[in-house]
C-alpha cells in the first residue's frame, strides 16, 4: 500500500487474517506435521545458538557485576549483549542453514539450493546481535529499571513486563534485516548483494524495512517472554545468586 511516494505497513487484522490463510492452506495441501518443517533443525539451532549467546552474556555480566559490587551499565550490556549475540550467530549458522532448507529449498531445483553450512554467517551473526542486545541487555535494563522503582519486586510479573518490553525492542532492532534477509533468501539474482538489496529497500521508503512487523512481534514477544519466565525460574530454584 502505497501513500505519499513511501510504501505503509498493512493493518494488523489483515496480517493476521493473511496468517492465518496461509496456515489453512499449508494443513490442506501438505497436513497439519507440515507446520512443524525443520522442527528439528529449529531445536538444533536454539541449542547451539542461544545456549552461546546466553553463557556469554550471563557469565560475563555476572563476573563483571560482582566485581563492580553491582549492576552493569547500559552501555556495557549493549557491547556484551552484542559481542554474545554476534558469536552464537556464527556458531548456530549451519543449524540454521539447514533448518531454512528442511522449510524452504525443498521447493526449489537441486542447482538453487544452498549447500554451504556456513552461507549467511555474517547475517546470521549481525542478527544474532541485534537480537541479543533487544533481549537481554534491555531485558536487564528494564528489570532494573522497575525494581528500582520500588513498585514491584523481583517476582514473575516484572519477569513478565521486563520480557515483554525486551521482546518489542528485539523485534525493532531485527526487522530490517530480516526483511533483507528474506528478500535475498527469494531473490532469484535481482540482488548482487546486501548492499543493493539495502539500497533497493531504501528506495522504497522507511517504512519497507518494517514490513511483517507484527507477525515478526506475534512469534519474538510470546517466545521472548517464555525464554525469561523459565530462565528466572530455574536461577530461583536451582540456587543461583541473581544480580539485579
Known sequence: MISG???TLEPPSRIIMGMV???MQVVKNDGALALYNGLSASLCRQMSYSLTRFAIYETVRDML?????GPMPFYQKVLLGAFGGFTGGFIGTPADMVN??????VKLPPELRRKKLFSGATMASSRGALVTVG???????AKQLVLSSGFMGDNILTHFLSSFIAGGCATFLCQPLDVMKTRLMNSK???SGVIHCLRVTAKEGPMAFYKGLVPAGIRLIPHTVLTFIFLEQLKNNFGIVIIS
Open 135 to 141: 533481549q537481554l541487555a534491555c531485558y536487564d535494563q
Open 65 to 69: 557485576s560482582s566485581s563492580n559490587q
Open 21 to 23: 490463510s496461509m496456515a
Open 5 to 7: 511516494g513511501e510504501r
Open 189 to 191: 539474482g535481482e540482488y
Open 100 to 105: 531454512v532448507r528442511m522449510q524452504n529449498d
